[in-house]
């Protein structure tokens, strides 16, 4: 390994900071002259903030010109991994009648006084220093859950997959304790970013001021009302001119999160095959357990199996009662730790009749209802976000058709085991093909460039399920062959769902505002 220093190493070990310089210009005030100290730019504050007071960075848009030096630096500092960086550079473009012009802008965690990453982190591994104001990441106490990511409306945090845990600028806080700027600051060759102290009672009547609750810090930021941000954008420009729009290009989609997808549709049905267990089997609660009951409960602990197969320290998951208070995470958790307890007791009283006739009806009741509610934990961890395409009313609309899937399939197994006509069969397999195209389009609809291949598939799964609803006038369904049905069942909606909740991830995207709220600017 080459011991030659770069330009980024020498930058970083200038002996003076800016609180140096300053010091030396105090104690030399006769060798300087007024024009030097007039010039001279303060890029942190000379002492700690007050009360109700914190750090927070200021750029000045009029001064970046996107030579990313501050990328360079944070990843240097930080020893950053290839394609991971904490902070960011974008383009603006905009125009008035008389003239046009385009920014290069830098972005990285923006401090926030309402911090939802520190809200949603089920094992409170972010803290806000009560005197700096810095929201700080606590990476032995990660567990690498990566909802803060999802939290976050700006995306901030980024996931270290060699140790499982996820990182995010800190604002340098060792250097600034030593009163040494950031990296980024110092490494800034126009002076464009610096450390400034703001009020925060200031910030947050800006941001919950009614004309500006749907406004961001910058065009297409989301919505400052959500988390409060404290990074202000100067510029002599008009920010909040509705002319502005940032340079997007390609989107790129999010992650699939497979251990969260078979989690959900694992889950999900086999609390649907218990609750059509106990309402329409014969013999819920005579023989023992019905083989429905344990189909679901299998599913159901595959699925809370596979869930931690998305952490990256599922050693430390034991901790999510500390994030019980704000972090709809830690509630799920919990709701489904209850649950599995309260299913399992539902088993041994089924095996061991336990229950009286008179209370099975209300029991049925109370095990329906924590299924209702650990469904709806769920619901709430993707709606807590604020992001679009995770909206409580289709988010519950996924889920619990999710969870009436496993109800239909108990359904079905009833008419096959029942030898009904077969013509209630034909229009089983059409109603579950219309299902599963339905839950199809849920998959895509904030997809819009994947309208052409979900229709497609579509038509191709409806014309393959005509024929095998033709095939089935063939095979006595009835008969010796009807595992060959069901199993085709089965892998049909298997399919659909899991396409339907990799949709559900890949898809989504970070809250947009609507303009640039007034404070922005000045």
């Known amino acids: 390994m080459s011991s030659e220093k770069t330009l980024i190493d020498l930058a970083l070990s200038q002996p003076q900071s800016a609180i140096e310089a300053l010091a030396y210009e105090a104690s030399n005030q006769d060798a300087i002259s007024a024009n030097s100290i007039k010039i001279k730019r303060k890029l942190i504050p000379t002492k700690l903030p007050g009360h109700n007071q914190q750090f927070a960075f200021e ?26 960086s904490w902070r960011r550079v974008k383009q603006w473009f ?33 803290e806000k220093n009560p005197i700096s104001g810095i929201v700080k990441h606590l990476d032995d106490q990660c567990i690498g859950c990566e909802y803060c990511i ?70 297409e930021a989301a919505p400052s009302s959500i988390t409060k941000p404290t990074t202000i954008y100067r510029s002599t420009k008009e920010l909040k001119s509705a002319q502005w729009s940032p340079m997007q290009g390609n989107q790129t989609s999010q992650k699939a999160h497979w251990p969260l997808v078979i989690m959900l549709v694992m889950t999900q049905w086999g609390l649907g095959m218990i609750i059509g267990n106990m309402f329409w089997t014969e013999n819920s609660f005579r023989g023992g357990p019905s083989i429905g009951f344990l189909l679901g409960l299998a599913l159901v602990v595959s699925g809370l199996i596979s869930s931690a197969l998305h952490l990256g320290q599922p050693t430390k998951a034991w901790r999510f009662f500390l994030g019980l208070r704000t972090s709809w995470l830690s509630r799920e958790i919990l709701a489904f730790t209850l649950l599995s307890l ?53 988010t519950s609309m996924r889920f619990f058709s999710t969870l009436a899937i496993g109800l239909i399939l108990l359904l079905w197994e009833g008419f096959v085991r029942l030898e009904l006509d077969q013509s209630w069969s034909i229009l089983m397999a059409l109603f579950l093909t219309l299902f599963s195209g ?28 005509i024929w095998l609803v033709t095939l089935s006038e063939l095979v006595n369904v009835s008969g010796p062959h009807t595992w060959v049905w069901k199993l085709l069942v089965g892998l049909m909606l298997v399919s659909c769902d899991i396409i339907e909740r990799r949709q559900f991830f890949i898809s989504t995207r970070a809250p947009v505002g609507h303009g640039v709220g007034s404070w922005a600017s000045g």
Request: aromatic fraction near 10%; glycine fraction near 8%; hydrophobic fraction near 35%.
């Open 94 to 126: 905009g125009k008035t009648e008389s003239s046009s012009w385009v920014h290069t802008v830098t972005s990285a965690c923006h401090h926030c006084l309402n911090a939802e990453c520190m809200l949603g982190c089920p094992v409170g591994a972010y």
């Open 150 to 219: 999802w939290k976050c409306p700006y995306e901030v945090p980024e996931y270290h997959s060699s140790h499982g845990v996820v990182r995010k600028c800190d604002m340098c806080s060792d250097r600034l304790g030593m009163q040494i700027e950031p990296a980024c600051v110092q490494a800034c060759p126009h002076d464009a970013i610096r450390i400034e102290t703001v009020d925060q009672p200031t910030i947050a009547e800006q941001t919950n001021y009614d004309p500006h609750l749907g406004q961001g810090m910058y065009p």
């Open 438 to 465: 339905w839950k199809l389009q849920l998959g895509g609809i904030f997809e819009p460039c994947r309208w052409r291949i979900l229709v497609g598939f579509l038509w191709g799964l409806t014309i393959s399920w």
């Open 342 to 394: 309260l299913l399992f007791a539902d088993g041994m009283c089924q095996w061991l009749h336990l229950i009286p006739p008179n209370y099975q009806g209300f029991w049925q009741w109370i095990v329906t209802a924590s299924i209702a509610s650990a469904v709806m934990t769920s619901v709430m961890i993707y709606h807590d976000t604020h992001r679009p395409s995770w909206r409580m009313p289709l």
């Open 59 to 84: 750029v000045d848009v009029d001064r970046c010109s996107g030579c990313k030096g501050c990328v360079s630096a944070c990843h240097h500092m930080n020893g950053l991994d290839t394609g991971e």
